[in-house]
């Protein structure tokens, strides 16, 4: 903003002086947006309610007064989402897709081209068709507990929230469907912490669904902690993954079939670390290491036993320290260069527990199949500002269409965007 005010006062013409004018009016929108880590002391409740987590000591950080950043649950208008900040690589362009969304997150396209978002604090779930070009959204559910999970099938839409789950039935043929209610059948814990769902279909046709761990480090009970998957209809569970801490990310190899998925790393053990994780699912049933061991073989600080990453896959990739690494896709389209085939795009949010913020990002991950040589370079930037250590966008999920463009959702903003590339 300065430079640019330093600029103004050089310039003499009208024209020129106009311009000016408009730049520092965006300057000074983006710098009311900008947001940085928390530096005022939690409350006595806050405390103690951290402390029933697990593993909350804040004198290891240099900031202890680090906490989760609140998200704007207010529409934000497009000439506030400064989507030129945004940078690829060469030959790719963003667009703003669709806006006025408040929360917007986990990403699910119908057979027909709509698209549903889920959300968590906002209690919302989004559904949005594109008219020619012009994207309108309406409200499909509301005053939900979290209803973050979001998944399409058989021409069903399968929306979760915490613990209930409901169907709706051909649903871009009768908009107006009431939803069927599966809460009974899917048997899921009420706990709300980290257990904001990511759902998808697999290859199986299963839906697979995470059931996260509700603390930041503890011994999670035998029905927390892992990834599974269930027939459509709530039956035949199985626990396909265990020792997962909290994953919001998952989808299954283009060639292979096998479930690749985030987990974020746990807080309060270090400004650097654990970092969250990419993982690989070889075979049912492979223990991940929460709490015990953490990223590329890292043992917990404050929960403890012999030999703590012995039995424990370990990660293809780390993703970064407290990065918040969320929705994650394989690409499959043939719109991008032929070297991000089968490539891994992950909506890192960004973190909270560490006084340098750290992702606020969209990464590329390449790597084989069977997952050796991994690769993490960033692919979509800008939304946050490291000189200032601050940001304006958290991207949460990406969605693969079927022209080869990705989407990718900002739950700050209440803002989708559109990744394309023109040789």
């Known amino acids: ?7 103004c006062l050089r310039s003499t013409p009208l024209k020129a002086l106009a311009s000016c004018a408009l730049g520092l009016a965006g300057a000074y929108a983006l710098a009311q947006q900008l947001v940085g880590p928390q530096t005022n002391p939690p409350s006595a409740k806050e405390v103690e309610q951290r402390k029933s987590k ?16 609140a998200g704007r649950m207010t529409v934000t208008p497009p000439s506030d ?9 060469n030959g790719f362009k963003v667009e703003l897709w669709a806006h006025g969304m408040p929360g917007v997150r986990m990403m699910a396209r119908g057979s027909k081209g709509t698209i549903w978002a889920g959300t968590r604090i906002i209690g919302r779930v989004y559904e949005i068709k594109d008219k020619g070009g012009v994207r309108e959204h309406r409200i499909l559910a509301q005053k939900l507990t979290q209803p973050n999970g979001v998944a ?9 929230a915490i613990n209930r789950v409901f ?21 899921l814990p009420p706990d709300v912490h980290h257990n904001w769902k990511f759902i998808a279909f697999g290859p199986d046709s299963r839906l697979y669904v995470q059931v996260g761990s509700p603390c930041n480090i503890c011994e999670p009970s035998p029905e927390h902690g892992q990834i599974r998957r269930y027939i459509a209809d709530g039956s035949g569970m199985e626990v396909v993954a265990r020792g997962v801490r909290n994953s919001v990310g998952f989808d299954f190899h283009p060639q292979t079939g096998e479930l690749w998925f985030t987990d974020n790393g746990r807080d309060w053990q270090a400004e650097n670390g654990p970092q969250d994780e990419l993982n690989r699912v070889s075979k049912f049933g492979q223990f ?14 404050d929960f403890k036993k012999k030999d703590p990453c012995k039995g424990v896959t370990l990660p ?3 993703m970064g320290p407290h990065a918040a690494a969320l929705g994650m896709r394989f690409y499959s389209g043939s719109m991008f260069p032929k070297e991000y085939a089968n490539s891994i795009f992950v909506a890192r949010h960004g973190s909270w527990n560490r006084s340098s913020l750290f992702g606020f990002d969209v990464a590329n991950v390449r790597a084989n199949a ?10 979509m930037t800008g939304f946050m500002d490291p000189k200032e250590n601050k940001f304006w966008g958290r991207p949460a999920d990406v969605l693969l269409m079927p022209d080869g463009a990705l989407l990718v959702s900002d739950d700050q903003n209440g803002a989708i965007y559109r990744v394309s590339y023109k040789k």
């Open 167 to 187: 169907r709706y039935d051909g649903i871009e043929d009768n908009p107006g469907v009431k939803p069927v209610e599966l809460t009974a059948q899917f048997k």
């Open 316 to 318: 293809v990739a780390l």
């Open 152 to 160: 399409f099938q058989g021409g069903n839409l399968y929306v979760m």
């Open 370 to 379: 069977d997952g050796k040589n991994a690769k993490v370079t960033p692919f």
């Open 81 to 89: 989402i400064p989507v030129d900040k945004i940078k690829v690589p």
């Open 54 to 69: 697990g593993g909350y000591s804040p004198e290891r950080m240099k900031n202890p007064n680090l906490s989760g950043h």
């Open 288 to 301: 991940f290491g929460f709490p015990y061991c953490h990223a590329q073989g890292i043992p917990d600080m």
């Open 1 to 7: 903003m300065k430079s640019i005010l330093q600029s």
